[in-house]
């Protein structure tokens, strides 16, 4: 969307915001929350966003995972802030089986080390549908998104489930630009000749990798500072390096958790089916596959096995070059131009 703005707005589309993070920063400032950026930078950046919206005449998008944790008692007011508009929230939805280890290492990239086990232990302790073995007063975050059929109901409660489009991520292996053709349809995009690489990807990491990344996490000292994880770490490490490599396999579900990850499936697709709400896809692809029977979980692999991925992982940023200034593409000098603005 952020690449492809200029030809949407000549169209008819606004995609607001001065820079590739606003709508970020919009749902941190009307979520209350923080993370790692400047309170100056956060403050306003929603009601800026909705004054951009507000005055153009056509269709305008927000859009950020982020704002599927928009806490119940402020999606009214985040709702009216759009004066005389047809609002519509469309959900992404991906299945379970891929969403689980996704988020993990989610977490582990902006400086957790939770271990995997703690972290599926944690989820499924508080999981819906299948009854909740935590005190009442346990919070677990990866529910308050990726119950569907919550948040779907949540927002359906203010827009109504006429205005609710859900939209399910394909199964592994299809064609990559599907779900950018169902999230357009979604959206009611113009047909117009888009340009869809933006030079980025967000690879899965292998589980071995990602056993690594959560050991040197818990080994940073505690005044390490952001800015510096973020480019020596999150950038350079686990993108650049770690996410090239699969020593070990990827990183799945294991079994045990595959009964009650299946019963949540069926019961979000019965509430979604229920629910009124635009289907944009098939409910089916929230149905997990089963993981293979000879994954590798983190916990599984020796301390022989992680010294060879690292040794392996340290010679090959011993020995990688930098890019040469004369390779930098124009977009990536205007991304670095941009980056130097924003921070």
Known sequence: MWLNRKRLRKSGVLYPGGANSAHFLASLDLRDAAFHHPAEQVAGA??????????????????HETFARTPRKKIPAAVKSFTGSDVRVV???????R???AVWQERLKNRDHQTYSEFLRS???TAPFVGSSAPADAEEPFWTPQDVAALAARWAKVVGPESVIVVTVPKSGADRQELWRRFSQAIELPAIDFELDNGRRNESLGTAET????RLNARLPEDFAWLSYRNQIKRKL??????????HGGLAVPRECAGPISKIASATIDALDRGGYRVVGN??????????ADVAMPDDLSEGQLLEVALDVVRD???????PVSRISERQRRWIRRARLEH
Do not use: C, F, Y
């Open 123 to 125: 989820v499924m302790a």
């Open 46 to 63: 929603w009601p800026r966003l909705v004054e951009e919206i507000n005055a153009w005449s056509g269709s305008a998008v927000v859009s």
């Open 211 to 214: 056993e690594l990344l959560r």
């Open 238 to 247: 686990v993108k650049e390096t770690l996410s090239a490599r699969r020593a």
């Open 317 to 323: 940023l011993s020995t990688s070059s930098p890019t």
């Open 283 to 292: 409910l089916e692809d929230l149905r997990p596959n089963p993981a293979p």
């Open 99 to 101: 969403q689980l280890p």
């Open 91 to 97: 959900l992404t939805v991906r299945d379970l089986g």
